[in-house]
Nanobody, 116 residues
């Protein structure tokens, strides 16, 4: 059974940076699209960034130029480098593995709080 475990969240001030990590278990990793989503209080979960198996990336407009998603297939890891953080980036961030008909897999989430 595949499990995703996020780490790296925390409390930072506006303008600072954080790097989120997601470790995946399971024998197959490289073929799947991996993504980061976030959910702020009272809001729906939204896509932040995703990286396809060939390395192509997509970003939400709100994070373009500030966030970078990357993956290391040998380590079964996906990362989200977040720079120039803003208060509106405050949310629980979830790692996602898109497995099509097999069903998506989600991590437990990691809290990111941006506040002065």
């Amino acid at each position: 059974q595949v499990q995703l475990v996020e780490s790296g969240g925390g409390l930072v001030q506006p303008g600072e940076s954080l790097r989120l990590s997601c470790a995946a278990s399971g024998s197959i990793f490289s073929i799947y699209t991996m993504g980061w989503y976030r959910q702020a209080p009272g809001k729906q979960r939204e896509l932040v960034a995703r990286i396809i198996n060939d390395g192509r990336t997509n970003y939400a407009d709100s994070v373009k130029g500030r966030f970078t998603i990357s993956r290391d297939n040998t380590k079964k890891m996906v990362y989200l480098q977040m720079n120039s953080l803003k208060a509106e980036d405050t949310a629980v961030y979830y790692c996602n593995q898109a497995r099509g008909r097999l069903g998506d897999v989600w991590g437990q989430g990691t809290q990111v709080t941006v506040s002065s």
